[in-house]
């Protein structure tokens, strides 16, 4: 599983953590309306930092991508991006029940329970 995202907005005064990119994509359209700012940094968590001496040294976030809500047309793709990540979620879910189903009963006989007799 992907590690966090941070988003930042209102320039730079506030931030969150987000788990994954549906959840950067709900909160940047149901606050972008809200905010001082209409420009919002997405940060994908990468490696993390090691020091000189080998040590891990902390969280890296890095850039990857500015949405910024005052340009034509960015609202529209975020819902369409959005609409297209949900879609391929409940496919992954129909698939995950489609499999196999486990067995309520123990491996051993591979019947029902056995019932004890007195």
Not at 46 to 51: G, I, R, Y
Request: with cysteine.
């Amino acid at each position: 599983m992907p590690g966090p995202w941070q988003l930042c907005f209102d320039d730079g005064h506030q931030q969150r953590y987000l788990p994954d990119r549906q959840a950067v994509l709900r909160y940047v359209l149901a606050i972008g309306p809200k905010a001082a700012s209409k420009r919002f940094e997405v940060f994908r968590e990468s490696e993390p930092v090691t020091l000189s001496d080998g040590t891990p040294g902390g969280r890296r976030f890095l850039l990857a991508e500015v949405i910024d809500l005052s340009r034509p047309g960015e609202t529209e793709r975020l819902q369409a991006e959005l609409f297209q990540l949900a879609n391929e979620e409940k496919k992954r879910v129909r698939q995950r029940l489609s499999s196999r189903p486990e067995s309520h009963t123990f491996e051993t006989g591979g019947g029902p329970f056995q019932r004890r007799t007195r």
